[in-house]
Every structure is written in structure tokens, then in C-alpha cells.
């Protein structure tokens, strides 16, 4: 990559620029920006100083197709010119092409149904509200878990720091530790019939791409069938072909009660959905019961249809698996790296020590864009149909880096 000679604090001056006008222009839920970024082709991103990216995080796993993919900017001007928006109190055809096309990758029995959404946490929040469409309270979560900001989905989330301040939760959320079947057992048994559901992501994002056990996935299978309560699995991350599969749960031969999905779906469109599998499930919320402005529209439907078509047609599920694969092997053989988390092109890189802060950041001076979702680990969500080539130029550098940082545990020290 030729660009990297202009990367690093010398040559980011009109991003600095764009920066101070963001500050007193945004509020500071994001902190600063990394950088101000103008354009995208690929797997690639430019930013307001000319400097070339690697993007391997892909906006947190939504740019499925990459930037400025043929197939989705035809979809979404075609649509635009065609019919933008019309209120959900309309049909419109790409609306309803996408749900049956969700319903037939997801292999949905007969009364399914879906419901759109305009993002992952509105998908979350609506699946909070089917549990409780069950006439029952209490819902378990797991410790990591993470589900969105609004406020049902921060009653299911785990994480103390964003949650404490906005308390008092929505009530009847308990948490349970990750992979701990009898701490399972234990709390749907003092659920009682009071159970409304369990809700898991199948691979926990920002908890460090922490995959659940086959056997535990099993077991809220068997427990919600058990009990009656709904088996909720948040796929906003994992799924969409992210793991290699359209679906992550799919990788378990398991079908849930609902599954939430958004990110990757719209390929950058912003557009979230539930899928409720079978006629008690699809039939939980009635109408006047929920409903959202956005969620559907035929601009966010026509891109989630082309995105869908191509990662059928360019054989991106395939190609999720290989490189992801790749990618797995070659990292697995660097120092300090204890581990290799997650399936497909959803992978977190384990540390040896909680150094995946600098390590983004040095990736970032070297024209890479990464994350640490935990201070001991690298997150890697890239396009689907990222090259090997261009993941050989991540890891030629990582491997310098680490060479010249070993990951050093810090008893070790």
C-alpha cells in the first residue's frame, strides 16, 4: 500500500479541521472521532487528507458488500427515483420480497412472520415486548451480552458502565454467566412459570467475539421448549452470512422462537429485523401493538435484497469461511496471541495482555482500521468478500507489530 508513507500525525491537517467542527457541532457520546473519512471503494476507505484504510471493521460488520458495491448503489438509486418512503399504513413490493426471502434463508415453518425495524436495538426492543406478549416477566440474559442502548434493550445488556446511570431498568431481567449450564438450570428454575424467555447472541460481540458453547445453545433450546418460554437469539452482529453461514445459529442445527438481525442486512443501509418463527411466536404482537416509522421502507428493503443476492451470487458465504479461515491460521502463529475467537469473518484476536487499545491505534497510524471490543482483544468484522491478498497485508504488519510489542502478560512483566 503506497499510502502508508503519508499516514501518521504529519499528513492530517484538514482532518484535524473536520474534527474541531464535529466536536462543537455533535454531542460527545462518541467521544472524538478517529478520523474523518470522505470515501469508500471496496475494502478500502480514504480520509479528509487523501490517506488510504484498510477497513476491517466494516462499520461494525454492516458494510457486508464493502464500499460503493455496484449491485447495492444501482438497488438503492433505483429505488430512490422509484418510490423512497410511504409509512408502514402502505405495502410496497420490496418490502414484502425481503421478508419472504428472510423467511425462506432461515427455513421459517409455516406462520412466520417478520417485522422491520431501523436498527438492532429497535429489533431488540421489539423482541423485549413479544416476551412479555407471553404474559410472563421475567427474562434471562447473559453476563457480556450485549443488545442495544434503548432502554428494554439496556435491561437486557450486561455491562454495568452503561447501564448504572440511566437505572431504574425496565424490571424482571436476570443475568447469567456465559457457558454455565447449571447457573442456567438454576435460574430458570427460579423463574418458574414466570419465564418469558431466554435471550443470547450465539457469538456475544462486544463481550470480545465470545462464542457460546454447541451444548449450552442446546440447552436453552431444551429449557425454553420445556417451560414454554421464547428462545430469543440477537444475531445483529453474527448474522447475515457473517459467520459463513446466513445465519450463526444455523452452524448449530438449532431454530429458535425469534431472531433479531440489522448491521450486515442493509449492507449500510440502516435496517433491522425480527424474524418470529411459527404462528405463536409470529403472532405475539397484534396490530396497534408496536410499529416504527422508518423500519422496511423500500430504499432499506431494496438494498437489504440486493445485498442479500449478492452475497448469494459472488459465493460470499464460501468466501467469509476461507479467508476467515486464513486469517485464523496465520494469526494463530503469532507471539502473544493466545487465541483466535469466533467463526468466518467475525473473529477477535486474544492478547496475551490488555494491549488491543494501542494495537488499534498503531494499525490505524499504519492504514488499517480495527477495534478492541475488550482491552485483550482485536476485532476484525471486514466485508465479506475481502481478498486474501488484502488480509496478507494486515498480517504481514501485525506480525511486525507484535514482533516489535511482544504481548507480555502482565505478571510476566
Not at 457473517?242 to 440502516?270: C, E, N, S, Y
Request: hydrophobic share 45%.
Amino acid at each position: 500500500m503506497g499510502e502508508l508513507s503519508s499516514h501518521g500525525e504529519a499528513g492530517l491537517e484538514k482532518g484535524r479541521v473536520e474534527t474541531q467542527r464535529y466536536e462543537h457541532a455533535l454531542m460527545a457520546t462518541y467521544g472524538t472521532p478517529m478520523r474523518a473519512l470522505v470515501r469508500g471503494e471496496g475494502s478500502y476507505v480514504w480520509d479528509a487528507d487523501g490517506n488510504k484504510y484498510l477497513d476491517l471493521l466494516g462499520g461494525i460488520a454492516v458494510n457486508a458488500l464493502g464500499h460503493g458495491h455496484p449491485a447495492w448503489v444501482n438497488a438503492l438509486t433505483q429505488q430512490a427515483s422509484t418510490l423512497a418512503h410511504v409509512s408502514n399504513f402502505f405495502a410496497t413490493e420490496p418490502q414484502i420480497a425481503l421478508a419472504e426471502r428472510l423467511l425462506d434463508l432461515a427455513h421459517a415453518p409455516s406462520g412466520s412472520r417478520v417485522f422491520f425495524s431501523n436498527s438492532g436495538a429497535e429489533a431488540n426492543e421489539a423482541a423485549f415486548k413479544m416476551s412479555r406478549k407471553t404474559g410472563r416477566g421475567t427474562v434471562i440474559a447473559l453476563e457480556g451480552g450485549f443488545h442495544g442502548r434503548t432502554m428494554g434493550a439496556l435491561a437486557m445488556t450486561h455491562k454495568p458502565a452503561i447501564r448504572e446511570q440511566f437505572a431504574p431498568m425496565p424490571a424482571g431481567v436476570v443475568f447469567v454467566p456465559v457457558n454455565d449450564a447449571d447457573a442456567l438450570r438454576a435460574a430458570v428454575t427460579a423463574a418458574g412459570d414466570d419465564l418469558a424467555a431466554i435471550i443470547a447472541e450465539p457469538i456475544l460481540g462486544e463481550a470480545g467475539i465470545r462464542p457460546l458453547d454447541h451444548e449450552y445453545l442446546a440447552l436453552i433450546r431444551t429449557l425454553t421448549h420445556r417451560t414454554g418460554a421464547l428462545m430469543i437469539l440477537d444475531e445483529v452482529q453474527c448474522g447475515v452470512a457473517r459467520t459463513g453461514a446466513w445465519f450463526a445459529h444455523q452452524l448449530h442445527g438449532i431454530q429458535p422462537d425469534v431472531m433479531t438481525l440489522a448491521k450486515g442486512l442493509g449492507g449500510g443501509f440502516p435496517i433491522g429485523a425480527v424474524v418470529a418463527f411459527g404462528e405463536r411466536a409470529g403472532t405475539l404482537l397484534g396490530k396497534g401493538e408496536h410499529g416504527t416509522t422508518f423500519g422496511g421502507n423500500p430504499m432499506g428493503a431494496a438494498t437489504a435484497l440486493a445485498t442479500l443476492q449478492a452475497i448469494e451470487d459472488e459465493g460470499l458465504l464460501a468466501n467469509a469461511k476461507s479467508v476467515g479461515q486464513h486469517l485464523r491460521e496465520r494469526l494463530e502463529s503469532i507471539p502473544g496471541v493466545i487465541e483466535v475467537r469466533g467463526e468466518g469473518l467475525l473473529l477477535g484476536i486474544g492478547l496475551a495482555a490488555p494491549a488491543a487499545p494501542d494495537v488499534a491505534q498503531a494499525a490505524l497510524s499504519a492504514a488499517f482500521i480495527v477495534n478492541p471490543p475488550s482491552p485483550d482483544t482485536v476485532r476484525l468484522v471486514p466485508a465479506l468478500n475481502l481478498t486474501t491478498a488484502e488480509a496478507d497485508t494486515f498480517l504481514e504488519w501485525f506480525a511486525g507489530y507484535a514482533a516489535r510489542h511482544p504481548f507480555v502478560p502482565e505478571g510476566d512483566r
